[in-house]
């Protein structure tokens, strides 16, 4: 199969799958990023929940009246196309050294995409509420929760589908066969020298 066959199924692979599981997906990340946020806050106000393909940050603190904000997360998740993309390029993808690199991969995104919501949230209670985060961030946590937020919006998802596809599906895959040596050609030269006429004697000179 063509490497550009091989590159488009993956690509609606990845597409089908991240576009049918996100409502599912989400409510998970949610739930994780949650259980990750409350921790470590004091007090424990943080409350998350997925609605439609957003995230709804939410806080025992907040006014009753206020709204409240979301978080887009399909930017967050939108790697596992890029990976299943490039993983569709390995050869012997579904020998069982590929397929458990595949596996292992998905579960290292995940993890991933659960501390992105993580950042988000933290970069949005830090930078987005005004008095309230310069009462609880200081100057330092502002700007590496920011950057943490932005590292992996611009670098780190593609960074990461590129390296666990790399190092965990690509590196488990067959190797390649190589063409066999062509016969040394010592032999048959011998043997047609062997066989070639031989050179005439002189013939001696009558005394």
């Known amino acids: ?20 599981a996100t409502p599912a997906y989400n409510r998970l990340l ?29 806080r025992a603190d907040f006014p009753s009246t206020s709204d409240r904000p979301s978080l887009p997360v399909d930017d967050l998740t939108f790697d596992v196309i890029l990976f299943l993309s490039l993983a569709a390029t390995t050869r012997g993808l579904l020998r069982d050294r590929a397929v458990r690199g595949v596996a292992v991969s998905l579960l290292v995104l995940f993890a991933l995409h659960v501390l992105a919501v993580v950042a988000n949230v933290e970069a949005f209670y830090a930078t987005r509420l005004g008095a309230w985060s310069a009462a609880h ?63 005439a004697s002189r013939p001696r000179g009558r005394g």
């Open 30 to 58: 949610a739930g994780m990023a949650e259980g990750a946020i409350r921790a470590v806050e004091r007090p424990r106000a943080t409350r998350l929940y997925a609605e439609d393909r957003r995230l709804v940050i939410d």
């Open 1 to 20: 199969m063509k490497l550009a066959v091989r590159v488009l199924l993956g690509f609606l692979a990845g597409l089908a799958l991240w576009w049918s």
């Open 137 to 199: 961030y200081g100057p330092f946590s502002r700007n590496l929760w920011a950057t943490a937020m932005h590292f992996w919006r611009l670098v780190g998802c593609y960074a990461a589908a590129f390296l666990l596809w790399w190092f965990l599906v690509r590196a488990a895959a067959p190797a390649a066969p190589t063409a066999s040596r062509a016969p040394s050609g010592r032999s048959s030269s011998r043997a047609a020298s062997a066989g070639g006429p031989s050179r």
